[in-house]
């Protein structure tokens, strides 16, 4: 059997984006300018400050020649009563893509941005929204770098270290690698937004090749999978990778990220009503984790519906007893607050509506 995510997604044609480039790729490509002080206008000042006083005009010609300065462009707004914002960017060949920025509290001006890694995505998951689009293609890198300077532009936070990225909106960023990291370099580079890869999180739906991948690479940023299952039968029927990477392997590969100090994996688990908010499954998941007990965290998602899926969320009564129930096991619990759910900007409700 073959899946989608055996192909490469399809990449756009074009020159490269100006904004996916690090200082050693405008040295390489022949740039007139320092590597390191292009690279630096272009990640810090070239939204912010019209003319670009600080670069001259050959570098500007020369950007022109040889890259790619067009940016998306934010062509809505949806504010969510509880705060957050779904920003719809319009990429240069027409194609749609979600970003959802989502402040903190209310008294700071800390945001979490949800970026997206791809259009549409090729993972089939069925309680998913974006899986029901099926992949049109890769972001690269430069259109994921700009979804963050562009919703800090519209929407703030003015400082870069407020920030915390997770590459949770459309795609599976580990289908699409190289540019997701190279995005990664990019945004965590001392001379751009320097956003540390300790604040910037990647969720994979379990596509081990990807995680073996990622586990070497620098820098690496924090891992969250999307177990959302306990048993292999279950576990296939809602997430076809799991027909090719089913939970011993994926548990397996997870033994090879080896943790630093401090870090911890998150575990995403879409609670839904009926199908795996049982005891049973509750006592499942503590043994798959075995001895990452210690480190992990278990995000419990209510599941958000849709069109495009029968799941339905879990009762308030049933989620707290699942979330009681991981809790005596042993299991680290928290349960995401669904952000957005009324302009459907919640997790798995991202799709291209336009
Ligand atoms: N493709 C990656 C990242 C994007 S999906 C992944 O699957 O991890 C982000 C999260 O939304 C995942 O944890 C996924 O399980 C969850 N999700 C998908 N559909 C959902 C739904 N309808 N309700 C709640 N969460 C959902
Ligand atoms: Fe893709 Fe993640 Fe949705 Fe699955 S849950 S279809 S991997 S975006």
Known sequence: MTFAWDQPAP???????????????????GCPGRPEHVFSQLQRQWLWIDNHPFLSKEVRNWLEIHTDLSLPIVTQIFNSEDGSSKCILKLVDGEHIEVVHMPREVRTSRVTLCISSQVGCAMGCTFCATGAMGIKRNLESGEIVTQVSLLMKTLGPKAPDHLTLVFMGMGEPLHNLDHVHKAIHILSNPLGLNISSKRITVSTSGLVSGIERLAEMTPRPLLAISLNATTDEMRSA?????????????RQALDRWVLKPNEKLTFEYVLMSGINDNY??????????????????????????????DQKQPTDESLQSFSRNL??????VTVRKSRGRDIQAACGQLIRNL
């Open 280 to 309: 049973e499954d509750a006592k499942r998941l503590c043994e798959w984790l075995g001895d990452l007990r210690h480190r992990h965290n278990v995000n419990l998602i209510p599941m958000n519906e849709h069109e495009a899926s």
């Open 327 to 332: 809790r005596d096991l042993g299991c680290f």
């Open 238 to 250: 809602s997430m076809p990778i799991n027909r090719v990477y089913n939970l011993s392997r994926l």
């Open 11 to 29: 990449e756009r044609k074009a020159k490269p984006s100006a904004f996916g480039l690090m200082p050693k790729d405008f040295e390489l490509l």
